[in-house]
């Protein structure tokens, strides 16, 4: 069975640093896909970015990047020039790259982030 | 544009109630999901559609009853709820779960569900 861990429970940032928040995963598979999500306090899950496994580049979206170690099962994200906005939960999660995984998204329990101005 | 609406907001309801939470999507997506969210958790699957036919239910208790009436809305109806229920409900669509290279989950901004 997958498993997403993410170790840091609680993470705060100066307004316009760089912090990166880790997320280490198990699977036997090679075929997978890692996201990315925000949680802010307003409630709405927001997609923060998608890596494919079998991409060996890092995906990137604006100030938000990830570092992805394949062989280590590792799938952290940076968030560069922090902004009071960033202040979320932040999940990661995994979802099998066959079929049978009919959409089951596998959730860390998640990094609280704040920002601070 | 990749919005998924949900209503109502907030939902208070006493343990013989019945009501029912609403998500729509017109994205043209057509998987639909449910999860249950409690406080500083991670979301819980609970349902999946898959072209409007229950392809997922997470073993959830027959209080909960989910209807997919068409691929743009998603139902969720509650009945005898308990205390213990009250949760964030989160709707999700994406958009086919047989193109897993392309399936990404857009979720709606929620349902604060309280049961007294």
């Known amino acids: 069975a997958q498993t997403v861990t993410q170790s840091q429970p609680e993470m705060s940032v100066q307004e316009a640093e760089t912090v990166t928040l880790s997320c280490t995963y198990d699977?036997?598979?090679?075929?997978?896909?890692l996201f990315w999500y925000k949680q802010p306090p307003s409630r709405q899950m927001i997609l923060v970015i998608r890596?494919?496994?079998?991409?060996?580049q890092n995906a990137t979206e604006n100030r938000f990047s990830v570092n992805f170690q394949k062989a280590a099962k590792s799938f952290s994200l940076k968030i560069s020039d922090s902004q009071l906005g960033d202040t979320a939960m932040y999940f990661c999660?995994?979802?099998?790259?066959?079929?049978?995984?009919?959409?089951?998204?596998?959730f860390g329990k998640g990094t609280k982030l704040s920002v601070k101005p | 544009d990749t919005e998924v609406t949900q209503t109502p907001k907030h939902l208070v309801m006493g343990m013989t109630n019945k009501k029912s939470l609403k998500c729509e999507q017109h994205m043209g997506h057509r998987a639909m999901y449910w999860y249950k969210q409690k406080a500083k958790k991670p979301p819980e699957l609970m349902f999946v559609?898959?072209?409007?036919?229950?392809?997922i239910n997470e073993s959830v208790p027959s209080r909960f009853s989910p209807e997919c009436p068409n691929s743009s809305l998603l139902n969720l109806h509650l009945h005898a709820l308990q205390p213990e229920d009250s949760a964030l409900y989160l709707c999700?669509?994406?958009?086919?779960?047989?193109?897993?290279?392309?399936?990404?989950?857009?979720f709606g901004p929620g349902t604060r569900l309280t049961v007294l």
């Open positions: 999660a995994f979802m099998t790259g066959y079929g049978g995984s009919q959409g089951n998204l596998i």
């Open positions: 890596q494919e496994a079998y991409k060996q």
């Open positions: 559609y898959s072209y409007e036919k229950l392809s």
């Open positions: 699977t036997s598979e090679s075929n997978y896909y």
């Open positions: 999700a669509s994406s958009q086919d779960l047989k193109r897993v290279s392309t399936d990404t989950q857009y």
